[in-house]
């Protein structure tokens, strides 16, 4: 075997994860899904004027669930991948951490939905890992009632005012 031959089969060992259709189309789905799902959280807080946008939530919605596939693809047991969430949900804590900002009294506090839009787009991004695709589904679409029903309910828009 020359140096090309084992080049090429080298390539092919190292890509083999993807290497049945079904795999490459369920793994493609996923992270579409969840580039889309994060995208429609991130175009609503967007719309809204707030500095995490549509790339910022497609990115956490990303990052979870390919955090969540690789494992899933090796075959992890259940504490790992509990483990991985838990790991998953502590690091965005931090990204949403720098989202919030306090002035100098506790009413003038700005960035709490962006900061929970966030971590609800981590939260989607690992049920679309786990194949959770309907459920995080419902689940973008209830954060996003949240988002643009509860202001209505409150009679102002108060809450993207002060968050």
């Known amino acids: 075997m020359d140096i090309?031959?084992?080049?090429?089969a080298t390539l092919i060992l190292e890509f083999s994860d993807l290497g049945q259709v079904e795999q490459l189309t369920r793994a493609s789905l996923r992270l579409l899904l969840a580039m889309f799902l994060?995208?429609?959280?991130g175009y609503e807080r967007e719309v809204m004027?707030?500095?995490?946008g549509i790339r910022t939530h497609m990115l956490v919605c990303l990052?979870?669930?390919?955090?969540?596939?690789a494992l899933e693809q090796e075959g992890a047991e259940h504490d790992a991948m509990s483990r991985v969430i838990q790991g998953v949900a502590t690091g965005i804590g931090f990204v949403c951490a720098g989202t919030i900002?306090?002035?100098?009294?506790?009413?003038?506090?700005?960035?709490?939905?962006t900061a929970a839009g966030l971590w609800a787009?981590?939260?989607?991004?690992?049920?679309?890992g786990l194949g959770r695709e309907a459920t995080a589904l419902i689940s973008t679409v209830i954060v996003l009632l949240v988002l643009h029903v509860m202001p209505l309910l409150q009679g102002s828009n108060t809450d993207d005012k002060k968050h």
Request: aromatic residues 2%; proline residues 0%.
């Open 4 to 8: 090309s031959e084992r080049i090429i």
């Open 38 to 41: 994060g995208g429609l959280l």
């Open 49 to 52: 004027g707030k500095a995490a």
């Open 63 to 69: 990052g979870a669930t390919i955090f969540v596939m």
């Open 101 to 113: 900002l306090k002035g100098d009294s506790i009413a003038n506090v700005k960035g709490l939905t």
């Open 121 to 128: 787009s981590a939260a989607i991004g690992v049920a679309v």
